[in-house]
């Protein structure tokens, strides 16, 4: 059986027990997480998250500048009022360069990605505190909320606090 | 006490009962799920994915162009052969127009938005097949694995297929 089919198998299993059916559109608990696409990492079991409550975006590294498009629209329209960024130790963006990926997809999908940032960094603190710099530098996003950054160590599953912003 | 410290609390209780701290750092079912961020979806409970399995991206109504970036290094670095791309029915996506959005943020924060493509869509499946046609034109993810798309229904649990790419 291929993956997605044994995703499709679970999900029938998942929707057999479904009890949650009538939750509104907005995210009850008005947060928003931007985190890593990380295997390892689950937003919603590491902090306590149920169906409904938090908008969960996520991405390569947890990166906030490919985050903004969603956040704008999470509070604008969708009420959340707090965002908590979440990158990680052991992340798969310390290990590369653009320039490194940038050969590799020539070599393997003739791809020419010489325009694209892959947003890879070196330190992980620093990608925290650039990505809180990055949020509130952006017109598109509220200032005027709590705005916290976290490195989540992938041996504990643990969360430690790099810095907040709040207006 | 405030929504985020209310995460930390639950992370600590997460971490208390941590026994997954020696995963590897590719994902184990080689799979990667392109999600909606909605609250309602949570992609690990509804695919049964346990921590290490599978990258999840997730962005304002799951959008494969802005998850790019983040595939091609889930693919050419981190060795996941296999898409599942997951939009859902009551989308906040379904409810806007790039006009309205920017008309709001105007006034709201002063924010000139115009330059932003918001990325909202009025048909669910089309979102869809919208979506695995852009996959399909991007050089930098393969061509030669499985895509495929499904609508998640927020009532009942369930996923839908709507379309499948195969090379």
Chains 1, 2 share one sequence.
Not at 49 to 70: M, Q
Not at 81 to 104: K, P, S, W, Y
Not at 141 to 159: A, E, N, Q, S
Request: net charge negative.
């Amino acid at each position: 059986m291929s993956v997605i089919d044994e995703l499709l198998r679970a999900n029938e299993a998942y929707a057999a027990q479904f009890t949650k059916g009538s939750l509104p559109l907005p995210p009850g608990r008005k947060v928003a997480v931007v985190a890593c696409m990380d295997a390892r990492l689950d937003p919603a079991r590491a902090l306590g998250l149920e169906e409904g409550d938090a908008h969960v975006i996520r991405n390569a590294g947890g990166r906030v500048v490919e985050a903004l498009r969603s956040l704008a629209i999470s509070q604008a329209l969708l009420g959340t009022d707090a965002v908590i960024i979440v990158h990680h130790t052991d992340c798969g963006m310390l290990t590369f360069t653009d320039e490194g990926i940038r050969r590799q997809l020539r070599q393997t999908l003739a791809a020419d990605a010489d325009h694209v940032a892959f947003l890879p960094f070196s330190d992980m603190d620093a990608s925290i505190r650039d990505d809180i710099a990055v949020y509130r530098s952006s017109p598109l996003v509220r200032k005027d909320i709590p705005v916290r950054g976290f490195i989540y160590d992938v041996r504990t599953g643990r969360l430690r606090e790099v810095e907040a912003s709040r207006a």
